[in-house]
């Protein structure tokens, strides 16, 4: 049962600015879709027009009898003779939201002559420029030869998966005050996946200079996996 | 306008109760609370125009 608190959580996640109404003791859906054994309501449309007429009426059976949106709207038209826009909702879908990445993986150090193994971490907060163009502060962290390494980066994104994901190549450039100390640069790629509106998961591989104009330098090549709290920007 | 009422998340179930409203009848008044907190009823939503009501429950 959704109570009008749960609604409005799904109404804000989702962009959704039409009443979402709760029929705990489901009374309405009784009357105007019918009720299952378990007391739970048959997923169903109905229209009424101006005059509180029933014009259409359509209940399911089965989960995939249910109207898509498209559906629903060409069927409001059809109906009502109306050619109304699309519910499309600016800032719902994930990829337009700004984000805020956690990630942690490892890789292999090279400086003085060794490769080491070292754990990699960073934060990153990401604004979109379209879809395609993410850009923020990324914060690096990496114990060996850069314990902090402060970057702006920039993010391009090819969305797959109906824009729930993405195929992404960026580049970050910055500064390393400890360890390593100097300008540093990284590249790198990475997929990415919406998992709801609010989060999602991304993996990422990359490659970074630590030290450049410094005393000693170093690069490091790093796999890492990362969770993304998802932002509404509008 | 849109109006969606829920009433939660099964399937696979039979059904113990046929809706009692018909097509081309008059539909059944009601009130119910909306994610906002306020009362909406269908006289009301009817005042703006036509109401499309979508029955579901869950997330389908």
Redesign the interface.
């Known amino acids: 049962?959704?109570s009008?608190e749960d609604?409005?959580a799904?109404?804000k996640d989702y962009g959704?600015a039409?009443?979402?109404?709760?029929?705990?003791d489901?009374?309405?859906?009784?009357?105007?879709?019918?009720?299952?054994?378990?007391?739970?309501?048959?997923?169903?449309?109905?229209?009424?027009?101006?005059g509180?007429?029933?014009?259409?009426?359509q209940?399911a059976?089965?989960?995939d009898d249910?109207m898509t949106t498209a559906e629903?709207l060409a069927t409001?038209d059809r109906t009502?003779g109306t050619s109304g826009p699309g519910?499309a909702s600016a800032g719902y879908a994930a990829i337009d939201r700004a984000q805020l990445r956690v990630a942690l993986g490892g890789g292999g150090v090279r400086g003085s002559g060794e490769t080491r193994g070292t754990v990699v971490g960073s934060v990153a907060g990401l604004y979109p420029l379209g879809r395609h163009v993410l850009v923020g502060p990324w914060l690096g962290f990496e114990p060996r030869a850069a314990p902090l390494e402060v970057d702006a980066a920039i993010v391009l994104r090819l969305p797959i998966w109906a824009d729930a994901g993405a195929i992404e190549l960026g580049a970050a450039g910055g500064w390393t005050p400890w360890g390593d100390a100097g300008a540093s640069a990284s590249a790198r790629a990475g997929l990415w996946f919406a998992m709801s509106p609010r989060w999602a998961l991304q993996l990422e591989v990359s490659v970074t200079t630590h030290g450049l104009g410094g005393r000693a330098d170093s690069s490091t090549a790093s796999a890492a996996l990362g969770v993304t709290r998802l932002f509404d920007v509008r | 306008?849109?109006?969606?009422?829920?009433?939660?998340?099964?399937?696979?179930?039979?059904?113990?109760?046929?809706?009692?409203?018909?097509?081309?009848?008059?539909?059944?008044p009601?009130t119910?609370?909306?994610?906002?907190?306020?009362q909406?009823s269908?006289?009301q939503?009817?005042a703006a125009?036509?109401?499309?009501?979508?029955?579901?429950?869950?997330y389908?």
């Not at chain 1, 509180?52 to 009426?57: A, D, E, H, L, P």
């Not at chain 2, 829920?6 to 809706?19: K, Q």
């Not at chain 2, 119910?32 to 306020?38: F, K, R, S, Y």
């Not at chain 2, 125009?49 to 869950?58: H, I, K, S």
Request: aromatic share 8%.
């Open positions: 049962m959704d009008p609604s409005r799904f109404a959704i039409f009443p979402l109404l709760s029929d705990p489901g009374t309405v859906s009784r009357v105007y879709a019918g009720v299952t054994s378990d007391h739970n309501t048959l997923p169903g449309v109905v229209i009424i027009d101006r509180g007429r029933i014009v259409f009426r209940v059976s089965a989960k249910r629903l409001l009502l519910v | 306008m849109l109006v969606l009422a829920s009433s939660g998340c099964v399937t696979g179930l039979h059904v113990t109760s046929e809706a009692t409203v018909a097509d081309g009848g008059a539909a059944a009601f119910l609370p909306a994610q906002d907190g306020t909406v269908l006289g939503a009817l125009g036509p109401v499309a009501l979508v029955f579901y429950r869950g389908w």
